[in-house]
């Protein structure tokens, strides 16, 4: 006879936390969000951890490097996503690695040859006001001179003018060495006030430009989340299939840590996959499981040597799996169980194995729910997915600007290995949609208000860690009435605002 659980699997919106005493050290301010990302045994620190609990979803619709820089940059991790060649998904972790905090390679560039109407135009274009003048207008080659809005008057000047007679030339230009640290090209702008420094190598090829403004951003990120070597910290998805080959590419391009992706994580493929993986590196190439959503899935990926297991089948904005397969677990039952399941693995060998819930977090406050039921991280794709920093184009739909957000599982996609069963190479049906998601502008602006809720909900409840979190929180269900009665109710409201 089929098993039968005794409850109905419940998701977020059906818990409330009920507050604990607030004490006078509970304020925002001493919050700290600091998180395990892998493995670690008892007394010791894991060996990689998250500034913030938030990674971003392994989907070509949400992680590439630009959303990976931005989310390093706020203290939180990108998984790039592998549903791309190898090369391409190489070409995504180098170009995390290589961007230089406050280094930035120059996108508006000019030869002497050039004209003012061509420095007009580019300005126009870019909205850059300083322009690289160098030897074939390319970013990287010989820097001849520059070009800011000091150099020009056009109520003057004629618009054919020749870029080399009135640009400030390379001789009487202030500029930083190869290898130049951050702090000292800062020095330096701040001893000549200067708005920029140009860096360049020995035979004087331009390499970047350190800007005084991107000082100013730079430290106003004090939860960076960089490596031994001061580089961004990323992570790569993966998959069962062509694992032999893209591992080792991904680990010479410098990626922190790899996950694999998979709609359904308890089976065979995974097994080995991160057995192979734990082999062959012996341990030292991390990597994550996933999606498991009970303790049986948990701890098979445990045994098989995975560094954090993921939660969640069917709760993504995106995933039709539920209805289309007929499997999937609330993801709220599925946290809660996997977490009892990490904690006995805990207190029997002493190790902690890291859970991140996957999908479905659709309200802030869901988050700090996930957090509270035992999940160290959350993964998001929809969330991510709205800001500018994401991969996909911003189009305006009727007087509302949205970005494009589609399922791995979907015909768009075609990330067939995701749910791959070991027979054929196609996805026999649909698994995920293709949708829009309201454009909400910059990641740092979005996540500073997140954070802010998330600290303030943990300060009403008495915990200003997540460990602290997860040992006190006091949870609630809540019935279908009462769930009406936590929005606005009764009332006329005059606009949506929060
Ligand atoms: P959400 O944050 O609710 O948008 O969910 C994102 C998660 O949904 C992903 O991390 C992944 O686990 C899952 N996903 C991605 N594609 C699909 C699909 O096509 N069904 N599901």
Redesign the pocket.
Known sequence: MAYYYEDASRTFSEYLLVPNLTRTDCVPSNVNLKTPLVKFKRGEKSPLQLNIPFVS???QSVSNDSLAIALARCGGLSFIYCSQSIEEEVEMIKKVKRFKAGFVVSDANLTPEHTLKDVIQLKKKTGHSTIAITEDGTSSTRLMGLVTTRDYRISRDVLDKKVSEFMTPLSKLIVGQEGISLSEANDIIWEHKLNNLPIIDKNQNLLYFVFRKDYDDHKENPYELLDSEKRFVVGAGINTRDYEERVPELVKAGADILCVDS?DGFSEWQGRTISYIKNKYQGSVKVGGG?VVDREGFMYLVNSGADFVKI?IG???????REQKGIGRGQATAVIEVAKARDDYYKETGIYVPICS????VHDYHIVLALAMGADFV?????F?RFDESPTKKVKLGNNYVKE?W????NR?RNWE?YDLGEGDKLHFE???DSYVPYAGRLQDNLEGTLSKIKSTMCSCGAISIEELQRTARMSLVSSTSIIEGGAHDVILKENNY
């Open positions: 979803a392994i989907m709609s999606n969640g709760g993504g904005s995106i995933c039709i799996t996957d999908g479905g977090i993964m998001m794709g929809r969330y997915a957000y399922g791995e599982g979907s996609a995701r698994e995920g949609v």
